[in-house]
């Protein structure tokens, strides 16, 4: 089991700004999938990444998985108040699904 | 397709008291999942069963924790004792057999521990 950190751990930007969000480990990830968690939800995924340097988009949401397979990022143009939330880097192991530290997003209007 | 139903959604209990979570996965779905979630982080995982049986119970605290899953379909997650510290969401989760491309999660229960 690997350490998933995910920086910055909070996150407060005005509607309309952009902004990005990191998760690293040491050691190297054989998947990558990012979720978003709603204040009294639980998380649901928005994007598996697979291969080395691949880039996703979902709408103003931007995925990037590292060249080396060890970090990843999510990007977010133009954020909105629905943005608002806890966002979540987790490997899938096996039959298992390793979660990170998270990042809390508060969009404010 | 029904999710995850988990209840109850809040929980307030004083410390040395016993609480029981329910959980009831996607029809289907061999694996579910417990996890623990402290406020602002991300969930760790307390145990993991395929059907009926147990496959990690590694992170879980068994002098006061224990899960079941009977019939390979519902589980209860108990604490007894609750300590202030197990203060947290416990969220419930499931996935077909084989893992699946995803986890699907309930919205959790809420514990609060006085």
């Known amino acids: 089991t690997q350490l998933l950190e995910q920086s910055p751990q909070f996150l407060s930007i005005q509607e309309g700004e952009n902004l990005t969000v990191y998760c690293n480990s040491s050691?190297?990830?054989?998947?990558l999938q990012w979720y978003r968690q709603e204040p009294g939800e639980g998380p649901v995924l928005l994007v598996t990444?697979?291969?080395?340097?691949e880039v996703k988009k979902l709408k103003r949401l931007t995925f990037q998985f590292g060249d080396a397979r060890k970090d990843s990022s999510l990007h977010i143009t133009a954020a909105q108040t629905g943005d608002t939330g806890l966002y979540l880097c987790?490997?899938?192991?096996?039959?298992?699904?390793?979660f990170g530290t998270g990042t809390s997003l508060t969009v404010i209007p | 397709e029904a999710g995850v139903a988990q209840s109850p959604r809040y929980k307030i209990i004083e410390k040395r008291q016993s609480v029981a979570f329910w959980c009831n996965p996607i029809?289907?779905?061999?694996?579910l999942y417990w996890y623990q979630q402290i406020l602002g982080q991300g969930p760790k995982l307390l145990i993991q069963?395929?059907?009926?049986?147990?496959?990690?119970d590694s992170q879980l605290p068994k002098d006061r924790f224990s899960a079941e899953r009977l019939k390979g379909v519902d589980s209860t997650l108990k604490i007894q004792p609750a300590k202030l510290e197990d203060s947290a969401v416990y969220l419930c989760?499931?996935?077909?057999?084989?893992?699946?491309?995803?986890?699907?999660f309930g919205q959790g229960t809420r514990l609060t521990v006085v």
């Open positions: 989760a499931s996935s077909p057999l084989g893992g699946g491309p995803e986890a699907f």
């Open positions: 990444v697979v291969t080395g340097g």
């Open positions: 069963f395929q059907n009926n049986g147990v496959v990690d």
């Open positions: 029809s289907g779905h061999a694996t």
């Open positions: 050691s190297v990830f054989s998947s």
């Open positions: 987790a490997e899938p192991t096996g039959n298992q699904f390793y």
